[in-house]
Antibody, heavy 123, light 107 residues
Framework: QITLKESGPTLVKPTQTLTLTCTFS??????????VGWIRQPPGKALEWLAL???????RYSPSLKSRLTITKDTSKNQVVLTMTNMDPVDTATYYC???????????????WGQGTTVTVSS | DIQMTQSPSSLSASVGDRVTITCRAS??????LAWFQQKPGKAPKSLIY???SLQSGVPSKFSGSGSGTDFTLTISSLQPEDFATYYC?????????FGQGTKVEIK
């Protein structure tokens, strides 16, 4: 069974740095074709893709947030960490991590998601 | 960047209705198109990948079609558990992009 779970602070102050951890099981981030991405959703709004890291350490970022984001992986711990600097109230959202799978057979996209973690930015 | 536009933004339908949602990409994305279902307070669930392939465990009442720039998601016979918001997403190129969502409500 594949599971992902997000963890991190529920409340951060403006200008602070947010650190979120995605802990997963049922797959390995050292397997070819596997990636883990982060997506967020402000209250009542649509989904927004943030960042993605692949098994080979290839990293991709949303251009609009690239200067503020860093994504890393710890394969031994089955974790992916996202940091976002200079937090602002507009960054208030539910943050999700999701597995991506691209095999020789097919590209399954973001096939399994975590439950999400809600982050509020307020002083 | 590729923009994804869904229509309609919302719709009202009855149990048993056939429902179709459209997604248009601002440029060609081949078949790198996914559909997600999201219920209130829950994480999105992947329904379809590669425009028309069902994820494991997804019932066959869901179907997807299209290639290039125009795509559709069809629910053949709407059931109470299908009332939700549906999102399309392109994964042909970076940055990855979602549509704005289509909310399916009970008539």
């Amino acid at each position: 069974q594949i599971t992902l779970k997000e963890s991190g602070p529920t409340l951060v102050k403006p200008t602070q740095t947010l650190t979120l951890t995605c802990t997963f099981s049922g797959f390995s981030l050292s397997t070819s074709g596997v990636g883990v991405g982060w997506i967020r959703q402000p209250p009542g709004k649509a989904l927004e893709w943030l960042a993605l890291i692949y098994w080979n350490d290839d990293k991709r970022y949303s251009p609009s947030l690239k200067s503020r984001l860093t994504i890393t992986k710890d394969t031994s711990k089955n974790q992916v960490v996202l940091t976002m600097t200079n937090m602002d109230p507009v960054d208030t959202a539910t943050y999700y991590c999701a597995r991506t799978l691209d095999t020789a057979m097919d590209n399954y996209g973001m096939d399994v998601w975590g439950q999400g973690t809600t982050v509020t930015v307020s002083s | 960047d590729i923009q994804m536009t869904q229509s309609p933004s919302s719709l009202s339908a009855s149990v048993g209705d056939r429902v179709t949602i459209t997604c248009r990409a601002s440029q060609g994305i081949s078949n790198y198109l996914a559909w997600f279902q999201q219920k209130p307070g829950k994480a999105p669930k992947s329904l379809i990948y590669a425009a028309s392939s069902l994820q494991s465990g997804v019932p066959s009442k869901f179907s997807g079609s299209g290639s290039g720039t125009d795509f559709t998601l069809t629910i053949s016979s709407l059931q109470p558990e299908d009332f939700a918001t549906y999102y399309c997403q392109q994964y042909n190129s970076y940055p990855l992009a979602f549509g704005q969502g289509t909310k399916v409500e009970i008539k």
